[in-house]
Nanobody, 121 residues
Framework: AQLVESGGGSVQAGGSLRLSCVAS????????MGWFRQAPGKEREFVAS????????NFADSVKGRFTISRDNAKNTVYLQMNSLKPEDTAVYYC???????????????WGQGTQVTVSS
């Protein structure tokens, strides 16, 4: 199984980015999916998750109202739309898949390699 993120980059504060995560080797529809991030010197933290059907999503308080998560199971792809970006959103963003249960912590089945997001003030 492989998760490949894309869409990261550099943006000014207030800007937007959309991250994509394409899964291969697994059937995405049977996995809960999520996004995490890790800033330099900090632990990896939960950002957002979405249920297998896409009907339920959860967000960290720090991104609520600014980020949305969606999935297209037919395309084996999960998205993270990030709006109103702030410098404190700067981090490497990781896609994650979990076979059993929902995503709440870093206890997941598969990780992507990460994509860098840099927000300048």
């Amino acid at each position: 199984a492989q998760l490949v993120e894309s869409g990261g980059g550099s943006v000014q504060a207030g800007g937007s980015l959309r991250l994509s995560c394409v899964a291969s080797g697994i059937t995405l529809s049977i996995y809960a999916m999520g996004w995490f991030r890790q800033a330099p010197g900090k632990e990896r933290e939960f950002v957002a998750s979405i249920s297998r059907s896409g009907g339920t999503s959860n967000f960290a308080d720090s991104v609520k109202g600014r980020f949305t998560i969606s999935r297209d199971n037919a395309k084996n792809t999960v998205y993270l739309q990030m709006n109103s970006l702030k410098p404190e959103d700067t981090a490497v963003y990781y896609c994650a898949a979990k076979y059993h249960g929902e995503i709440r912590t870093t206890d997941v089945t598969y990780w992507g390699q990460g994509t860098q997001v840099t927000v300048s003030s």
